[in-house]
């Protein structure tokens, strides 16, 4: 079962960002990061919610299942 939170399921304020090609966006409000997943018609999934901030990746859902 997949625990990673996703899109309006995160809660933290903000997040390090991460590209769906892994490369380091920066750090962001959750809200600029979600129109950023959305414009690029994906979702942002938190990776790692024990950082400071959390970091979170641009990627498709149904890809990162299956990684």
Do not use: Q, S, W
């Given at each position: 079962?997949?625990?990673?939170r ?54 498709s ?7």
């Open positions: 079962m997949i625990r990673n996703r899109n309006a399921g995160i809660t933290a304020k903000e997040v390090r960002v991460l590209d769906e090609n892994e490369k380091h966006v920066g750090v962001m409000k959750i809200e600029e990061a979600l129109k950023l997943a959305m414009e690029r018609g994906l979702d942002l999934i938190e990776i790692t919610e024990n950082a400071n901030p959390p970091v979170a990746r641009i990627i859902f149904d890809k990162f299942r299956y990684l």
